[in-house]
């Protein structure tokens, strides 16, 4: 599976962003998917995941409420609407892909920067 990530960009804090993560190489609809951050100097960390088909989804606490992440697997993308930003939102954004029944995330995009200014 090949995963493309982008969206990224600059934007003040309370502002919007959209990331896109367009997936190629595999039957989409059969993908749990994910997007991961990481900030500098931190550990990478789950931000939005989302069920294969699309009917579950689980966010960190830190996005609950502000992000949204959502799947269409006729056009094989997967999207992540950022509203209410703040400057600790401030990261390289990865989206990733599992089999439905794996356990580890083994295909990942090259990752999209987001900065978000206070």
């Known amino acids: 599976v090949q995963l493309q990530a982008s969206g990224g960009g600059l934007v003040q804090a309370g502002g919007s962003l959209r990331l896109s993560c367009t997936a190629s190489?595999?039957?989409?609809?059969?993908?749990?998917m994910a997007w991961f951050r990481q900030a500098p100097a931190k550990e990478r960390e789950l931000v939005a995941a989302?069920?294969?088909?699309?009917?579950?989804?689980n966010y960190a606490d830190s996005v609950k409420g502000r992000f949204t992440i959502s799947k269409d697997n006729i056009r094989s993308t997967m999207a992540l609407q950022m509203n209410s930003l703040k400057p600790e939102d401030t990261a390289v954004y990865y989206c990733?892909?599992?089999?439905?029944?794996?356990?580890?995330?083994?295909?990942w995009g090259q990752g999209t920067l987001v900065t978000v200014s206070s």
């Open positions: 190489g595999r039957a989409f609809s059969r993908i749990s």
């Open positions: 990733a892909g599992r089999e439905v029944a794996g356990t580890r995330y083994e295909w």
């Open positions: 989302i069920s294969s088909r699309g009917g579950a989804t």
